[in-house]
């Protein structure tokens, strides 16, 4: 994290059982997205990348979020891996963006939670 905290980063301090869950999941096959049911978010936080601070506990009942019928918190996080290029250019080309497509297809697909936050892996 040698540039601060940014979108995975955050997502990851502030929803530990996403971090906990990471060292069990699996490097992704090209037509592979996961769907992460039900992690609670524990903490605030103020800032951006290098300013990101942590600002105290946060509690899903109080902002309204509510549980599903397995009493899982209602929401979904999803998970692609994205591929690093160390020329941007190369993203366009045709295999990299039917790989993209693909994986975001499998993302758009009707889930009993109906809501989705996405989360990239550049790992």
């Not at 540039?3 to 990471?22: D, F, H, K, T, Y």
């Not at 599903?68 to 999803?78: A, I, L, N, P, S």
């Amino acid at each position: 994290m040698h540039s601060g905290c940014v979108q995975e980063e955050i997502l990851l301090c502030i929803a530990p059982e996403l971090l906990v869950g990471r060292l069990f999941l699996q490097a992704l096959l090209p037509h592979e997205a996961v769907l992460i049911f039900g992690a609670e978010r524990y903490s605030n936080y103020t800032g951006y990348s290098r300013n990101f601070k942590w600002a105290g506990d946060f509690r899903e009942a109080h902002c309204g979020t509510v549980r599903d019928k397995q009493g899982r918190w209602e929401k979904v996080v999803t998970v692609i891996d994205a591929v690093c290029f160390s020329d941007p250019v190369l993203q366009f080309q045709a295999r990299f963006l039917r790989r993209e497509l693909r994986k975001v297809s499998l993302l758009c697909m009707p889930d009993a939670a109906g809501s989705y936050c996405v989360n990239r892996d550049y790992s």
